[in-house]
Every structure is written in structure tokens, then in C-alpha cells.
T-cell receptor, first 108, second 112 residues
Framework: TQLLEQSPQFLSIQEGENLTVYCNSSSVFSSLQWYRQEPGEGPVLLVTVVTGGEVKKLKRLTFQFGDARKDSSLHITAAQPGDTGLYLCAGAYNDMRFGAGTRLTVKP | EAGVAQSPRYKIIEKRQSVAFWCNPISGHATLYWYQQILGQGPKLLIQFQNNGVVDDSQLPKDRFSAERLKGVDSTLKIQPAKLEDSAVYLC??????????FGPGTRLLVL
């Protein structure tokens, strides 16, 4: 079983729609990171959250770290085709543990 | 600033053959990581180096996988002999101080 469970596994939406993806665990993390990975490339770091309850915004992306530092969410407003990719969360445990990712497709 | 370089980008081999991957981290980055990403899964850490020393290799299948970073810069990851289940993307990442990791494009391995 994965230490970090991401949902949904797949998401296909139309341009302009809003969406939220989730990253959940029963373990507490000292920090949690979100990455985006495009086909044929390595993951690229989007954000690191450290404090329980923390909210960070990156343009149309809003990241929230749960109060208990066990879960996180990523909300995208007015999705664009350029947002298409695999969104991975990773938690600092003994080492960095990744979830399986949410594969997002935004159709024009 | 140049990113993490990996080669080859693609490799197809038959089971029981050997294969080696090469990684050149970002200049000045002391920490280097090798990850295995199987299709449909997130990256799994295989080994972490700090300069030329191993920090964590607890998830490296040591009966067939080996890695080295002799001069604390470039690194190679070897599989000998390969199995079908080794088909995956092998990602190398580096960080300056164990913080933010920068990933290379990966080597896509197919074992037939």
C-alpha cells in the first residue's frame, strides 16, 4: 500500500473548469511537496508546505496542508490545457515518499 | 544553469542482460538520488548519496542493482541481470543541501 494516497487517479475536464485533487495519509509529515510531471520529463517542484493549515497560492493553483499535517489538497481555478500533466504529492518521512499521482487532462 | 543530465534516454534490453545508466547532477549539488518510477506509480527512492557516500539504500535491490558516485559528482546505476519487472523510468535528482530536489528527464528502460 502507498504511504500517500492520491485521488482521483485520473481526471479529465474542459478548459475553464475548476478542480481539486487530494493527497491523504495516516502518517504525519514534517513537510509535503507537490510536483507536476509531463510526459518524458522528470517531476518539477511546484510548492512545499510545512505548517499545518498552511495555504499557498501559485497563480491559479492553491495548495493547502491539513491542520494535522497528514493530508493536502491542490485546487486549480479555470484550468487550461497547459495544466495537463501528472500531479504528484511527496511527503518527508524517513525519506521522500511519493504518491501515485493524479493524471489530469484539460481539454480545449 | 544546466539541469540534471541523464543518459541514455531510452534503453531496450532482454531479460538477464545488464544495463547501466548515467547521471550528471547540477553543479555544486552534494546530494544525488536515484528513483524508480514504474508505470502508474510515483517515484520510489532507490539510493541517496551525500557527496560520494551512501546515505540511504534501504530500497535498493542489492542482489541485482548497484550504484556508485566515485568522485562525488557523476553517478551510475547498474542492473545485472535485468528482470521484466525492472521496466520503468529511472530518475536521477540532485539537491544542494538535501532540500529541493531537481529531477533529470529520466531513462526509460524496457526489459523484454
Amino acid at each position: 500500500t502507498q504511504l500517500l494516497e492520491q485521488s482521483p487517479q485520473f481526471l479529465s475536464i474542459q478548459e475553464g473548469e475548476n478542480l481539486t485533487v487530494y493527497c491523504n495519509s495516516s502518517s504525519v509529515f514534517s513537510s509535503l511537496q507537490w510536483y507536476r510531471q509531463e510526459p518524458g520529463e522528470g517531476p518539477v517542484l511546484l510548492v512545499t508546505v510545512v505548517t499545518g493549515g498552511e495555504v499557498k497560492k501559485l497563480k491559479r493553483l492553491t495548495f493547502q496542508f491539513g491542520d494535522a499535517r497528514k493530508d493536502s489538497s491542490l485546487h486549480i481555478t479555470a484550468a487550461q490545457p497547459g495544466d495537463t500533466g501528472l500531479y504528484l504529492c511527496a511527503g518527508a518521512y524517513n525519506d521522500m515518499r511519493f504518491g501515485a499521482g493524479t493524471r489530469l487532462t484539460v481539454k480545449p | 544553469e544546466a539541469g540534471v543530465a541523464q543518459s541514455p534516454r531510452y534503453k531496450i534490453i532482454e531479460k538477464r542482460q545488464s544495463v547501466a545508466f548515467w547521471c550528471n547532477p547540477i553543479s555544486g549539488h552534494a546530494t544525488l538520488y536515484w528513483y524508480q518510477q514504474i508505470l502508474g506509480q510515483g517515484p520510489k527512492l532507490l539510493i541517496q548519496f551525500q557527496n560520494n557516500g551512501v546515505v540511504d539504500d534501504s530500497q535498493l535491490p542489492k542482489d541485482r542493482f548497484s550504484a556508485e558516485r566515485l568522485k562525488g559528482v557523476d553517478s551510475t546505476l547498474k542492473i545485472q541481470p535485468a528482470k521484466l519487472e525492472d521496466s520503468a523510468v529511472y530518475l536521477c535528482a540532485s539537491s544542494w543541501d538535501g532540500g529541493t530536489q531537481y529531477f533529470g528527464p529520466g531513462t526509460r528502460l524496457l526489459v523484454l
